[in-house]
């Protein structure tokens, strides 16, 4: 007993450990550079009409971090169109089988902004198509297998927010320390002028009045 026990637990383990290493190397994000006003996008093939893809993106840096983003279907149709978004997180269901585009557009500033996507298929119809075919001693380890990983992608979509944020708010801090000494600049300039203007405006004074006595 101890030894299927045993047994099992180290086929979990292996199965877990190949499948998180699977999604890690297959389906990391990509970060793409937006310049002002410019758009770029990512192509990705569906092949059956059952597919689904799990997208999610988030602006890393870059001015008021906000941009369009636009999914266009095989045939040329727009399906989701989003506007002055800062991040999305949704599944794509298929509009058939072909290539489909993820289009980022940066159209408002002029600051060079990051953005982060990540584009993976849906797991969860292949689970419920694997659980049809597989032997009942093996479902309860695969729903073991699944539970731990649907818990490994909610943290780490809270691990890559706590990170977007991390990004954000370096990106304002940088911002807001360069105006500040902008701003220093022309306050010390500033008062350079006042004080040189008040000094001739004294001697000037003072060279006035002594004139009138004299």
């Known amino acids: ?47 059956n009409d059952d597919d689904a893809l799990v997208v999610s993106y988030q602006v890393l840096t870059g001015g ?59 797991k969860s119809m292949e689970s419920l198509n694997q659980d049809n075919e597989e032997k009942p001693e093996d479902i309860v380890s695969n729903h073991a297998i699944e539970e731990i990983d649907r818990n490994l992608a909610k943290i780490t979509k809270l691990m890559n927010y706590l990170r977007a944020r991390e990004w954000r708010n370096k990106s304002t801090v940088e911002s807001t320390s360069s105006r500040i000494v902008w701003f220093s600049v022309v306050i010390i300039c500033l008062t350079f002028a006042i004080s040189v203007c008040q000094t001739l405006y004294v001697q000037f004074f003072f060279n006035g009045r002594s004139r009138g006595f004299v």
């Open 1 to 47: 007993m101890l030894k299927i026990t045993f047994v099992s637990i180290l086929a979990i383990f292996f199965k877990l450990f190949s499948l998180s290493t699977a999604k890690a190397t297959s389906y990391s994000p990509v970060v793409i550079a937006l310049a002002s006003f410019t758009k770029e996008c990512l192509y990705y093939d569906l092949y």
């Open 64 to 122: 008021n971090f906000e941009i369009d983003f636009e999914i266009t279907s095989p045939d040329g149709s727009a399906i989701i169109s989003e506007k002055q978004k800062k991040y999305s997180d949704f599944v794509l269901k298929s509009f058939g089988p072909g290539q489909y585009s993820f289009c980022f557009s940066n159209s408002y500033g002029t600051a060079l902004k990051k953005v982060e996507i990540t584009v993976e298929p849906d």
